[in-house]
Nanobody, 120 residues
Framework: QVQLVESGGGLVQAGGSLRLSCVAS????????MGWYRRQAPGQLRELVA??????????ADFVKGRFIISRDNAGNAITVSLQMNGLKPEDTAVYYC???????????WGQGTQVTVSS
């Protein structure tokens, strides 16, 4: 099994920055992509924020392009994915979830979520 541990959420004023990190450990063999999603209100679907792939590709939602940067670091038995969030807006307020996709099992693993609140 894969374990995902997220950190870095919090409260920030509009225009500020936060950095989220997610560490994947355990059975990480086969994980080809990781990313961040967010849910802005209970009952809403999670929406893609950014993903990074093993081949180096990165994808961003239009609403974060130019403001957020995703990065990935493979080190031994763990993968760390970070999301640098700059120029935060009140509409970025959400619970952010880390995701790991395994290409061999086609399974998705989700983190517990970390709250990001941007005040105006």
């Amino acid at each position: 099994q894969v374990q995902l541990v997220e950190s870095g959420g919090g409260l920030v004023q509009a225009g500020g920055s936060l950095r989220l990190s997610c560490v994947a450990s355990g059975n990480i063999f086969g994980i080809n992509s990781m990313g961040w999603y967010r849910r802005q209100a209970p009952g809403q679907l999670r929406e893609l924020v950014a993903t990074t792939h093993e081949d180096g590709r990165k994808n961003y939602a239009d609403f974060v392009k130019g403001r957020f940067i995703i990065s990935r670091d493979n080190a031994g038995n763990a993968i760390t994915v970070s999301l640098q969030m700059n120029g935060l807006k009140p509409e970025d307020t959400a619970v952010y979830y880390c995701n790991a996709h395994n290409i061999l099992t086609t399974s998705n693993t989700w983190g517990q979520g970390t709250q990001v609140t941007v005040s105006s």
